[in-house]
Structure formats: structure tokens, C-alpha cells
């Protein structure tokens, strides 16, 4: 395991500085064009399971099976922003953000995914999302899939197992393009297949929660993923670049791997995992092939491309999303004690901690997030440097806390530990910046508390709490509010949040109840000579802020 402290002067003497951030960090650390943004998904989000014309799709048929969610809940409500959509951009707005992705649930669009008849009251719901953020100047980033199948895909043809799905992901695929192209120009085609295929067709731990096979369905289901991709992307680049002017990309996600030592087999192993994440979907993107070693290590199991799929695939992208929460120290095994056969396959061992026991970072609420920010530059140099540069979105960034009603609303609300994780993986971002990365935004995860996939409810991501005991009530958390003070800080416009109020209490407000909450916020800053108190000031009510 390395030394911590030899880790980090290494580390400085190869790029130019230290990743441990010694400083605040803020808006002017990024250039003027780089977007920030926050991110969501449709099952997680949107609720409303049967409502608008929207056909089932296999998280509705997982989370309903008896044993697969920790808590036993589903998202046939999830935190309801179908209903509450205007709400929730407020939220965006009011909290500094210049863009929002989410995805569309496709069997909103075609409730049996075939393509034969449109859903019209999902095009009108989009339709109703993307106005709503154009409106406050919010730019939609759009991702098609975001784990939710169709369900009817699944049962009558094996899902991503077929590659009859390519065809009719493109014919999806076309119907968004050509509903919502006019104002959307941010298009991601799929979000992490890496999960999909990995966890929903070899341990079963996600929808459709297959693991029968798990030798051979994850390479398969990636396969079909990628020529869906590609597919996608040739019918925008051919039909509506053009007219449109958008661009199109794939999200991928992985975790840094770093040498346990300077052993050469911990060096494979590591850049081995590497190509485990990464190299399995670009790759192909950019060199036409798969990875050597994986072809290496898994022979026909894994398949192959036609000259016209490498055709298809060749540059496919206009940028790469890129979802990253955490990293790990590789160490060479020769037989891994893993049950999977991908992880068996890459002959690794994952290490959380440094030489002497201390952990790689602060463990967040989830059993893999460690807090981890110097990782995040390295995946992004990596990245340009394999890949010759190409432009990037960190498209998810974030950690969770732990679900605890025991606790009063306001401690859930200090989420010290996120202000500190986002604080490290910005300051390492921007220094990715300095270091030549082409990285063109930021979206952090996220934006609401919501359902965490096969953790339900009981992990929290979000900067604004969900109270789902209290209406699906939005509180924005400290991390929030630092976001907001990230945004505005030496800004020539900026004031902190008391001048604000002062600033409000001077634009005719006639109102007499929001004089008396403005004079109210006043005072309890004037007061302000205790710690106790500063953390209600930090919570002042974001309708103020308007």
C-alpha cells in the first residue's frame, strides 16, 4: 500500500501541484464557458408510474419483486417531480445552476417500446420540462436511457440480450430528436452500460436482475449497447446535426485505479481495471476493437464486430460524459475472491486504505464511496492522454449520507461531509483544467434526494433533502448553499447572503410577511455570536433569495 505522505509529494512532482486542496474554490477557477449543472434521472425522479400513458419498465417489475430493494420501496412515486417539475427548476435557478440533466423514460415515449405509436402525453411532458428550464435560462442535458427498459422489451426478447434492441432504440432515439431537438442540444445516448450489463445481467443486483449467466450476458448486453450508441448517434450526425446543431455522447463511468505499489503486476493490474471500465466502451469508439486484454482474457466469449459495426462505432461521439465518485488501490491477485466472473476475469484485488491502515478518504453512507478527490484528476488526464483529448462532461459527481429519521431535520441538513467532498473533486477539476484537460462542464449528483436504485430510499445524494414523511417537502442542504456561494463568490455582483436580504428589503418588497421574515433573518444575523447559530443562518429559506 503506498505511504500517504510520499503519495502526495510524488504526485506533486509529476503534475505540477499538489491534488490536496489547500484553498477554497470557486466559480473563477473555471473558465467563463464551463457549464455546471445538476443531474437526475427519470425512475429515480419522476414518480407518476402509471399516469400520462407511461408502459412499465423493468425497475417496475424489479422493485416489485419481493427481495430486491433494501427497503422495500419502488419509484411509482419516487419524489414526484412529474407533478412537481416548476418547483424543482425554481430549485435550479434559485441555487445558481445553468443546467439540468435528466433522462426521458422511454416507455413514457413508447410504453411497449416498439416504436409503433407515440405516447403524446409524454412528448407533452417533456415538452413541459425542457419550456420550463429554457424559460429560466436553464439548459437542458438530456440522457435517452437511464436503466429503465421497456418493460415488453424484456419479456418478449431478452432486453439488451437481443440486438433486434438496437433497432428500436434508434427508432426512440429518432422520435427525441425530432420532438425535442429544436431546443435540446446536449444529447447523451446511454448512461453507464458498464452497470447495466455488469450488475442487471451478471450478479442481478439491478433491473432486469439476471445473473444466470454470468459469463457471458454482460459482454453481450454491452455489445448490444455500444451498436445502439453508435447507431443513435449516426442517425443525429446524418439527419439533424445539421439543422439542429447539437452534439451527442456517451456516459461511461469509472472509478480511478492506482497502483498498490510500484510492483509491475500491481502497475497491470491496475491499467488492466482500467480497461475493464473504460477501455470496454471506448475503445471501440476510438480504436475499432475491444481492449487486448480483455479480448486476451475472455476469447469468444466476448463478441465481436463486423467491419460495419467498427464503421458505425468509429468516433461516434462528439464528447465523452463521464460519471465518477470514488477511487481505489489495485493490488495483483492471481485468483480473486470475487463471485463475479467480470471481476474474477480481472485478477485484482480493490484497497481502501493506505500503508498503516488509514483509509483511502472519509467513507460516505455507501459501503464503496470513499471521498476521494485526487482520483478524479488523475481519471481526467488519463483520459486526454489515451484518448487524444477529447472534450468531456463530468456528467455525476457526488456522495450520499445514510437515511436516519431519527434525526431532526436540520442535522440532515448539515452535510458537512459533502461540502468537503465537493470542495476537493471542484479544486481537482479545475486543476485538471490547468493540466490541458478539454473538460467542458460539471453536473452534480444530485440535485434531490431520491431512489437510490437498489438502496430505495435509504441513501441520500441529494443537495436538497426530499422529507418523505412531510409531502416530498424540498430543504436544500448545507451543500446547497455552499454551491450558491461557490457561484457568486468573487463576483462582482456578489453579496453575501445578510447584504442580500438588505439589498431585497430596499426593492419595495410590500408584502407584510416577507418584510417580517426578511426582518426576522436580520436579527437572527445580528445575533449571530454562536456556532449554533450560524447554521440556521445558513438555512435561510430560498424564496428570499428571489
Same mark, same amino acid.
Given at each position: +500500500? ?12 509529476? %503534475? ?21 449543472? #445538476? ?19 423493468? &425497475? ?11 427497503? *422495500? ?44 405509436? #407515440? ?40 432486453? &439488451? ?13 429518432? =422520435? ?19 452497470? =447495466? ?13 439476471? %445473473?444466470?449467466?454470468?459469463? =457471458? ?7 448490444? $449497447? ?6 443513435? /448517434? ?21 472509478? &480511478? ?31 475499432? !476493437?475491444?481492449? !487486448? ?13 463486423? !467491419? ?8 461516434? #461521439? ?27 476475469? $480481472?485478477? +485484482? ?17 455507501? !459501503? ?12 481526467? %488526464? ?9 472534450? #468531456?462532461?463530468? =456528467? ?12 431532526? @431535520? ?5 452535510? *458537512? ?21 478539454? @473538460? ?7 440535485? @434531490? ?19 418523505? *414523511? ?11 448553499? &455552499? ?9 462582482? %455582483? ?40 450560524? /447554521?440556521?443562518?445558513?438555512? +435561510?429559506?430560498?424564496?428570499? @433569495?428571489?
Amino acid at each position: +500500500m503506498p505511504k500517504k505522505e510520499n503519495f502526495f509529494n510524488d504526485f506533486a512532482d509529476k %503534475n505540477g501541484e499538489s491534488d490536496k486542496p489547500t484553498k477554497d474554490v470557486s466559480r473563477t477557477d473555471f473558465p467563463p464557458n464551463f457549464v455546471f449543472g #445538476v443531474a437526475t434521472s427519470a425512475y429515480q425522479v419522476e414518480g407518476a408510474s402509471k399516469e400520462g400513458g407511461r408502459g412499465p419498465s423493468i &425497475w417496475d417489475a424489479f422493485s416489485h419483486t419481493d427481495g430486491k430493494i433494501l427497503d *422495500k420501496s419502488n419509484g411509482d412515486t419516487a419524489v414526484d417531480q412529474y407533478h412537481r417539475y416548476k418547483e424543482d427548476v425554481e430549485l435550479i435557478v434559485k441555487l445558481g445552476f445553468e443546467a439540468y440533466r435528466f433522462s426521458i423514460s422511454w416507455s413514457r415515449i413508447f410504453p411497449d417500446g416498439l416504436g409503433t405509436k #407515440v405516447n403524446e402525453e409524454g412528448i407533452s411532458y417533456y415538452n413541459n420540462i425542457i419550456n420550463a428550464l429554457l424559460e429560466k435560462g436553464i439548459q437542458p442535458y438530456v440522457t435517452l436511457y437511464h436503466w429503465d427498459l421497456p418493460l415488453h422489451l424484456h419479456e418478449t426478447m431478452g432486453g &439488451w440480450l437481443n440486438k433486434e434492441i438496437v433497432k428500436y432504440f434508434s427508432i426512440y432515439a429518432e =422520435t427525441c430528436f425530432k420532438s425535442f431537438g429544436d431546443r435540446v442540444k446536449n444529447w447523451m445516448t446511454i448512461n453507464e452500460p458498464l452497470q =447495466t450489463a455488469v450488475n442487471g445481467y451478471g450478479l442481478g443486483l439491478v433491473a432486469p436482475g439476471r %445473473n444466470e449467466n454470468s459469463s =457471458t450476458e454482460p459482454y453481450i448486453a454491452a455489445h448490444h $449497447q455500444l451498436l445502439a450508441h453508435a447507431a443513435a /448517434f449516426s442517425i443525429y450526425q446524418s439527419k439533424y446535426k445539421e439543422k439542429q446543431g447539437g452534439q451527442v455522447g456517451l456516459v461511461v463511468d469509472c472509478e &480511478w485505479a492506482e497502483a498498490n505499489s510500484d510492483k509491475i503486476e500491481d502497475k497491470i493490474a491496475a491499467a488492466r481495471r482500467l480497461d475493464f471500465q473504460l477501455g470496454w466502451y471506448l475503445n471501440p469508439i476510438y480504436f475499432g !476493437e475491444y481492449p !487486448e486484454i480483455m479480448c486476451e482474457i475472455l476469447g469468444d466469449r466476448l463478441p465481436k464486430f463486423t !467491419e460495419e459495426d467498427k464503421e458505425l462505432l468509429k468516433n461516434s #461521439v462528439d464528447f465523452i460524459g463521464l460519471n465518477h465518485y470514488t477511487s481505489r488501490f489495485i493490488a495483483y491477485v492471481k485468483e480473486s475472491p470475487e463471485e463475479s466472473d467480470f471481476f474474477k476475469a $480481472q485478477q +485484482m484485488e480493490r484497497i481502501a486504505e493506505w500503508e498503516g491502515g488509514e483509509l483511502i478518504g472519509d467513507k460516505a453512507a455507501s !459501503e464503496w464511496l470513499y471521498v476521494v478527490p485526487w482520483g478524479i484528476r488523475k481519471i481526467l %488526464n488519463y483520459i486526454a492522454q489515451k484518448y487524444n483529448n477529447p472534450p #468531456v462532461y463530468i =456528467t455525476e459527481n457526488g456522495m450520499d449520507d445514510e437515511e436516519n429519521d431519527t434525526l431532526p @431535520l436540520h442535522e440532515m441538513l448539515d452535510d *458537512k461531509l459533502r461540502v468537503i467532498y465537493y470542495k476537493g473533486y471542484l479544486a481537482a477539476v479545475a486543476q485538471a483544467i490547468k493540466d490541458g484537460v478539454d @473538460l467542458r462542464g460539471y453536473f452534480a449528483w444530485s440535485l @434531490l434526494d431520491n431512489f437510490e436504485w437498489a438502496q430505495g430510499y435509504t441513501k441520500r445524494f441529494g443537495l436538497v433533502y426530499v422529507d418523505y *414523511k412531510d409531502g416530498l417537502t424540498r430543504h436544500p442542504k448545507s451543500s446547497a448553499y &455552499w454551491f450558491l456561494r461557490f457561484f457568486k463568490v468573487d463576483e462582482g %455582483n456578489y453579496q453575501s447572503l445578510p447584504h442580500k436580504i438588505k439589498r431585497l428589503e430596499k426593492t419595495g418588497i410590500k408584502e407584510r410577511r416577507r418584510k417580517r421574515r426578511i426582518q426576522f433573518w436580520l436579527k437572527l444575523y445580528d445575533s449571530q455570536k454562536h456556532i449554533r447559530h450560524r /447554521f440556521r443562518m445558513i438555512h +435561510m429559506p430560498l424564496r428570499l @433569495l428571489s
